[in-house]
């Protein structure tokens, strides 16, 4: 900061006072120092320095102090673009730091107003001068057409004269034989002259209308007396061509009389029946070199000639391969990703590779629900979409990463075909299915079975068979057990008939049977249909058997095996209430261990430590972040995972440099990008633009001047206001381009 000027002797210069030479003094040196070159006021706008300077109300400036050999600047201070116009004393010329836009027909003028420069029309650069305009270039380059509309002399010569000098010096140079040529400079013409010839061309040879001699032309004879008609000739020719030959299933015969041919297919040995004749597509598409190929329309096949083997087999993924048949590489790929997880350290997870049937086992250890606790994670609130994000854990390697729901589908249904013949063993439990219709199993083939096979005790067995010859006959292997069988035709039962209880017409059997047997001679120990079981009923002892209701159990508690069932808890004899049920509502107060945790209808793959992590844990790991990386945000409720790229275009994160670049090449968003156009033009494509997205240019090696830099937009995206592309042509050229909007697309940020 500057010094200020301070006032020092008010109280002592006032009317009526005795104003002391200090006083004066003081006043003055406040005035020197607030004016001194070095130290004075800055008059920048900066507050106590003066306000800024906006006007010069002098006809006649100078800036600079009459230093010998010193530059004098004058920077124009924006905002992060700066321009400095700066006067180059040795050089003894004025040189400019940026662009100069002139954006009207304002001209740049020479010595007077009839010599300048300007665009007297968009699109168009006008040379203007009253009587010459020099090129001083050892070459130059015109890229488009010249239209010249005066004339156009060449070293002070008309290009007419020019090129008729130039054709009489190629003719009067040259040696001809009994013919002389003469350029006429004067009137830019060519005088011949023939000499004697050898030959006698004396007789009729001006006027002759008949050869002395005739001729024949394919047999007919010409003596040039009229014309003739070689047709005939030329047909019998033609005839006695295709007559002579041997053709395989056509007879061609000539037809002197009228001079034409006629062409007889035999018969050929191909099935020409069905719509042979007039298809336009084949009935099944057959594939060309990999591409499909119907016979609607031509395709392009980039096929080897003649090549059905390669001359020398080469190995894919350790697979020898020649081309002369296909390959497998389902196990060497299996056992690489055996490998890779067999060999790798997980938290949580144990991955084994069965490298008999080439699959992977995934053991997830237990995981306690209390520690399971996802801040603001709420319902989504409609239906999963293909496009909706889950978290997965990449390769059981403790990385958590999205996967689409789309993907998830096609990893489930992977090897799954509805085909019958194309179902394979499982290893876990299948169901099927649906939320609406029917589920039919069909049995196509006539009189073909449907047969429900199992294990029983590792043995093999038949446990139903439908006879599809028998109107669907069932056979079952054992007893139908079912809580009931309503059967509305005869019964025939062969064997022994035993039932836990039977009832007639909806009335049990020992009610029916007891008035018949005197009262009360009948006793019933099976299954009770209706009733109840009142305190002192007394105890129910069913040994081995299972008693099953489908009505409700109430009052008191039920103890079984030392769970006890009393009323809204649930628990072990030690441990009464570890279960609380309420409306909506089940509270433990425990622990859960499970070995997969399934809320909402998805399993939570997560381990104890990722979730702590996301529930607040506090200690922290080193790690290099890369722009792949993701990270865990609350968006609105929803927790989401966020790509590190996102996060540095959010804060504003500094520019991503590329290696330096030697040929075309398209950038992306935040990017920076060294181009060397030592060898040639370089074309830069520009991202899909997004508000606020840069791109950084640098002139590797200085050669823009050379080798121009081209920068494109991205398909019909503007740069300044205009969908036509940027060339930069200025030696060590540097700047950013920042994505603004569709209407004025990319714009510079600064120099």
Known sequence: MGATYTRQSASAIVDGGVIEASDLNAEFNQLLAAFAVTSGHTHDGTAAEGGPITKLLGTAITIGDATSGTDIAVTFDG?????????????????????????????????????????????????????????????????????????????????????????????????????????????????????????????????????????????????????????????????????????????????????????????????????????????????????????????????????????????????????????????????????????????????????????????????????????????????????????????????????????????????????????TVGDAAVNISTSSGDITIDAAANDSDIIFKGTDATADITMLTLDGSAAGAATFNDKIIATELDISGDVDIDGTLEADAITINGTAIASVLSPIAGGTGIVTTGALDAGSITSNFGTINTGASTITTTGLISGGSLDIDNVLINGTTIGHTDDTDLLTVADGLLTVAGEISVTTLDIGGTNIASTAAELNIVDGNTSATSTTLADADRVVVNDNGTMVQVAMTDVKTYIGGGTSWQAVKTGDFTAAAGQGIFVNTTSAAITITLPAGTIGDEVSILDYAGTFDSNACTVTANGSEKIFGSTDDLTVSTERAAFTLVFTDGTQGWLFKND
């Open 79 to 423: 905002e992060s673009a700066d321009g400095v116009l700066t006067w180059m004393e040795d050089e003894d010329y004025f040189q400019f730091s940026d662009d100069l836009l002139l954006t009207t027909t304002e001209k740049l003028q020479f010595r007077d107003t009839a010599i300048y420069i300007n665009s007297s029309t968009d699109g168009q650069l006008d040379l203007v001068a009253d009587t010459e305009i020099q090129i001083a270039a050892t070459t130059i380059d015109i890229n488009g057409a010249v239209d010249i509309s005066g004339a156009l002399t060449l070293a002070g010569t008309t290009l007419a004269e020019t090129i008729s000098d130039t054709v009489g010096a190629m003719i009067s140079s040259n040696t001809e034989t009994n013919i002389t040529v003469t350029y006429d400079d004067s009137d830019n013409t060519l005088d011949f002259v023939i000499g004697t010839l050898n030959q006698d061309t004396t007789g009729n040879a001006a006027t002759a209308t008949a050869l002395e001699t005739a001729r024949t032309i394919h047999g007919v004879s010409f003596d040039g007396t009229a014309n003739i008609d070689l047709s005939e000739v030329i047909s019998d020719t033609v005839g006695a061509m295709v007559s002579s030959n041997t053709e395989t299933n056509i007879t061609v015969t000539y037809q002197d009389a009228d001079n034409t041919l006629d062409f007889t297919i035999g018969t050929l040995n191909q099935d020409t029946t069905g719509n042979a004749a007039t298809a336009t597509a084949l009935a099944t598409a057959r594939t060309i070199g990999g591409t499909s190929f119907d016979g609607s329309a031509n395709i392009a096949v980039g096929l080897a000639a003649t090549a059905t083997a390669l001359a020398t087999a080469r190995t894919i993924h350790g697979v020898s391969f020649d081309g002369t048949a296909n390959i497998d590489l389902s196990e060497v790929i299996s056992d690489t990703v055996g490998a890779m997880v067999s060999s790798n350290t997980e938290t949580g997870i144990t991955v084994t590779y069965q490298d008999a049937d080439n699959t992977i086992d995934f053991a997830i250890s237990s995981l306690p629900l209390s520690s399971i606790d996802i801040d603001g994670g709420t319902d989504i609130g409609a239906a999963i979409v293909d496009a909706d994000l889950f978290i997965v854990d990449d390769g059981a390697g403790g990385t958590n990463r999205k996967a689409t729901a789309a993907r998830l589908k096609t990893y489930f249904t992977s090897g799954v075909s509805s085909a019958a013949d194309d179902l």
